[in-house]
T-cell receptor
Framework: RKEVEQDPGPFNVPEGATVAFNCTYS??????FFWYRQDCRKEPKLLMS???SGNEDGRFTAQLNRASQYISLLIRDSKLSDSATYLC????????????FGRGTSLIVHP | NAGVTQTPKFQVLKTGQSMTLQCAQD?????MYWYRQDPGMGLRLIYY???????DKGEVPNGYNVSRLNKREFSLRLESAAPSQTSVYFC??????????????FGPGTRLTVL
């Protein structure tokens, strides 16, 4: 099992739709989790951190399920500008804080 | 603030040539990283430096060396380039202090082609 796994998609949705991505991780001792967004041919940028209690930022909601070892990202009321690749990042356990990236999930929002 | 800067933006090499990719950050971050990104492979960690004066191997270190020149600068060297090293290289930095929820800030990337 890969350390961090994501469905590569693409997820093709109309504007206004709600879409959700999951990301599974293999190491149960992983300590922190993130979603990054990467636009085509650009660098990744932090979208949101994922906390144990779940967190929300506008149209975006991130959740962590430690028992089943996955994190999720929910996007409500999709915009054309949400089209991008969404990268799941998991920090390895231990004190060195080394991130492991998933391969990313591609989202295409169409009119 | 410039954030994380990388040079060059593009480079074409012939097999066997050497080159150094430069990275600098102005955010007083402790940790710096080098990644490569290939189509369908996501970002893979080549080397990282948790703090000034230390460097460690990541997932795919073979064929690369690094230098943490000072707190701001972290360079990646290809001693003898191979076509398999054709990729987009990203430098990143994080954390004034080491912490689990530090955000990583990325440079714009270097697109390297090895012929």
């Amino acid at each position: 099992r890969k350390e961090v796994e994501q469905d590569p998609g693409p997820f093709n949705v109309p504007e206004g739709a709600t879409v959700a991505f999951n990301c599974t991780y293999s190491n149960s001792a992983s300590q922190s989790f993130f979603w990054y967004r990467q636009d085509c041919r650009k660098e990744p940028k932090l979208l949101m951190s994922v906390y144990s209690s779940g967190n929300e930022d506008g149209r975006f909601t991130a959740q962590l399920n430690r028992a089943s070892q996955y994190i999720s990202l929910l996007i409500r009321d999709s915009k054309l500008s949400d089209s991008a690749t969404y990268l799941c990042v998991v920090m390895r356990p231990g004190g060195s804080y080394i991130p492991t990236f998933g391969r990313g999930t591609s989202l295409i929002v169409h009119p | 603030n410039a954030g994380v800067t990388q040079t060059p933006k593009f480079q074409v090499l012939k097999t066997g040539q050497s080159m150094t990719l430069q990275c600098a950050q102005d955010m007083n971050h402790n940790s710096m990283y080098w990644y490569r990104q290939d189509p369908g492979m996501g970002l893979r960690l080549i080397y990282y430096s948790a703090s000034e004066g230390t460097t460690d191997k990541g997932e795919v270190p073979n064929g690369y060396n690094v230098s943490r020149l000072n707190k701001r600068e972290f360079s990646l060297r290809l001693e003898s380039a191979a076509p398999s090293q054709t990729s987009v290289y990203f430098c990143a930095s994080s954390g004034e202090v080491l912490a689990a929820y530090n955000e990583q800030f990325f440079g714009p990337g270097t697109r390297l082609t090895v012929l």
